[in-house]
């Protein structure tokens, strides 16, 4: 899958968690689940419980599925791209910080920090 693709699908498994996280917590009080993964070429959807609504439960998720093309979708679009640029602007400065604080020895020894640390 190309870079462009795995965003795509990243993307689409954010809106598509968000935007049936109403319809998972009323599984989830007739214990009953779903898992929705985003693979090479397909959409890969698990569902787990024992109940005999199960039937139910499959078709209400399909269903969601196929209305979800003809909602509007724009604010959950802005909140996932947000929280992904969010997770992604941590992920960096994290790593600055760990290797800051591996350097930590050297910072407090010397008093300066060299642009090659960071």
Sequence with gaps: MTPEGQ???EIWDEIATEYLKEFAYMGECASL???ISVQQTNVYIQWSGYDDS???FVS???ERLEKMREENLESIFT???EKMIQKWTNHYLQNTYRRAYSERSTIFKTG???KSML
């Design 7 to 9: 965003l795509f699908a």
């Design 79 to 81: 909140q996932v791209i």
């Design 60 to 62: 209400g998720l399909v």
């Design 33 to 35: 689940n779903f898992h």
């Design 54 to 56: 199960m039937p139910a």
């Design 112 to 114: 300066q920090v060299e």
